[in-house]
């Protein structure tokens, strides 16, 4: 079944030590994004690519990073992590129809714990 | 402001009754609107989506939504809830002819309880 991975589904780390969570999709989809979801609120957009452009939120702090190596795969690079950023990080991909309506479909999601 | 409001932060019901959980939005033109569902420790569930067309539109698991235009609603429904619909209801929109933009805006989701 074509699907959304995301690993690894839980991540501890250390206050200030830099993680990666990973994306990988095999629907084929342009479009890839990353949200940070904290304690059952929406979901906060982060950036995402289309294809390789790399398109950021105004508000996304500079100590977010990602990476498209490739259609299939893309990484969320937390530089420096606070206490703050401890949340669940959720990638969906799209089509990529510009103005269509695209539907997002997500992955299940990394919880991240900073200690 | 473009915005999206689900004015209940929680809804319970009885398994076997019918469920609505309530939608409004605030998009200029005639926007594309979406359900999805989150289950405990999960990532975010498409259910179904309105783009023009049959006001009513049928998804996944028997929910469906009714589209409104003059009330700006599109409310989730579905005839008969049971226990395993219990989770956390997300409506979004995205505005027409956005072009590249391709944010959705959310609402802050409603808590759906289930009772036996």
């Known amino acids: 079944d074509a699907m959304v991975i995301q690993n690894p589904r839980y991540q501890v780390t250390q206050f200030g030590k830099p993680v990666t969570l990973s994306c990988s999709q095999t629907?084929?989809?342009?479009?890839m994004y990353w949200y940070q979801q904290k304690s059952s609120q929406a979901p906060k957009l982060l950036f995402h690519?289309?294809?390789?452009?790399?398109?950021n939120e105004a508000d996304t702090p500079d100590n977010f990073q990602s990476r498209r190596p490739n259609t299939s795969f893309c990484f969320l690079d937390i530089r420096s992590p606070g206490l703050g950023d401890a949340a669940m990080y959720l990638c969906?991909?799209?089509?990529?129809?510009?103005?269509?309506?695209?539907?997002?479909?997500f992955g299940p999601g990394t919880r991240l714990l900073v200690l | 402001a473009q915005s999206v409001a689900q004015p209940e932060d929680q809804v319970n019901v009885a398994e076997g009754n019918p469920l609505t959980v309530k939608c409004t939005y605030s998009?200029?033109?005639?926007?594309?609107l979406f359900w999805y569902v989150q289950y405990p420790n999960r990532g975010l569930q498409f259910l179904l989506k309105?783009?023009?067309?049959d006001n009513l539109v049928k998804g996944s698991y028997g929910f469906e939504a009714e589209f409104n235009k003059s009330q700006t609603s599109f409310h989730l429904k579905k005839p008969s809830a049971l226990v395993s619909d219990s989770a956390l209801y997300f409506c979004?929109?995205?505005?027409?002819?956005?072009?590249?933009?391709?944010?959705?805006?959310w609402g802050l989701g409603t808590s759906l309880a289930v009772n036996p």
């Open positions: 690519y289309y294809d390789k452009d790399f398109n």
């Open positions: 979004a929109v995205r505005a027409p002819n956005a072009g590249n933009n391709r944010k959705l805006i």
């Open positions: 998009v200029s033109g005639n926007p594309y």
């Open positions: 969906a991909t799209s089509s990529g129809i510009a103005g269509g309506p695209e539907t997002q479909y």
């Open positions: 629907l084929n989809h342009n479009v």
């Open positions: 309105y783009i023009t067309g």
